[in-house]
Nanobody, 122 residues
Framework: QVQLVESGGGLVRPGGSLRLSCAAS????????MGWFRQAPGKDPEFVAA????????YYANSVKDRFTISREIAKDTLYLQMNSLHPEDTAVYYC???????????????WGQGTQVTVSE
């Protein structure tokens, strides 16, 4: 069984920064790719970023490239998303996910966390 628990969401002003964390547990965590997704009200889940099992390969959605950075601390089974220069359109529930690399890019992870709300507003 895999468990993913996100934290770090909140309210931030446009141009501000937040760092999301995801604590992962389960026997497959250290051997799987991980990623972040988000879902705004009334919209489908959207891919944000993914990182390979060893942390070498990273891939970002065009909408967040150069603003967000995904990383993972393998020894602690923890995934991070550093979000800078936040825009109001970044407002969404952000989900941590785990699975096969290609499936992550297709928004088809094997496991999802419960999500953390990020609101960018004055």
């Amino acid at each position: 069984q895999v468990q993913l628990v996100e934290s770090g969401g909140g309210l931030v002003r446009p141009g501000g920064s937040l760092r999301l964390s995801c604590a992962a547990s389960g026997r497959t965590v250290s051997t799987a790719a991980m990623g972040w997704f988000r879902q705004a009200p009334g919209k489908d889940p959207e891919f944000v970023a993914a990182i390979s099992q060893n942390g070498v390969n990273r891939y970002y959605a065009n909408s967040v490239k150069d603003r967000f950075t995904i990383s993972r601390e393998i020894a602690k089974d923890t995934l991070y998303l550093q979000m800078n220069s936040l825009h109001p359109e970044d407002t969404a529930v952000y989900y941590c996910a785990l699975g096969d690399w290609n499936n992550l890019l297709r928004v088809r992870p094997d496991y999802w966390g419960q999500g953390t709300q990020v609101t960018v507003s004055e």
